[in-house]
Nanobody, 121 residues
Framework: QVQLVESGGGLMQAGGSLRLSCAAS????????LAWYRQAPGKQRELVAQ???????NYADAVKGRCTISRDRSKNTVYLQMNSLKPEDTAVYYC???????????????WGQGTQVTVSS
């Protein structure tokens, strides 16, 4: 069974930095898209950053220039480095992955359980 487990959230100070990690465990053949989403209270879940299998990345306007998504294929892990944190970055951050798994045709998509990030001013 495939699971995505995030770590690295917590209470941060505005202007600080954080690094979120998401490790995919289970029987995985390969990963395609890996992404981070976030959901603030009372708001819809939104894309923060995305890494395609070919290496292309894209970022939400709200985090461009402050955020870097990276992946370690050997560990099936995706990272999100966020700098110059703002109170408006406060949200639950979710990992999202498109994975090829044995016995399944095509790509299956998974969500992590989420990790809370709170940025105080």
């Amino acid at each position: 069974q495939v699971q995505l487990v995030e770590s690295g959230g917590g209470l941060m100070q505005a202007g600080g930095s954080l690094r979120l990690s998401c490790a995919a465990s289970g029987n995985i053949l390969s990963s395609t898209v890996l992404a981070w989403y976030r959901q603030a209270p009372g708001k819809q879940r939104e894309l923060v950053a995305q890494s395609a299998s070919g290496g292309n990345t894209n970022y939400a306007d709200a985090v461009k220039g402050r955020c870097t998504i990276s992946r370690d294929r050997s560990k099936n892990t995706v990272y999100l480095q966020m700098n110059s944190l703002k109170p408006e970055d406060t949200a639950v951050y979710y990992c999202y992955a498109g994975l090829m798994v044995p016995g399944t045709i095509g790509i299956r998509f998974y969500w992590g359980q989420g990790t809370q990030v709170t940025v105080s001013s």
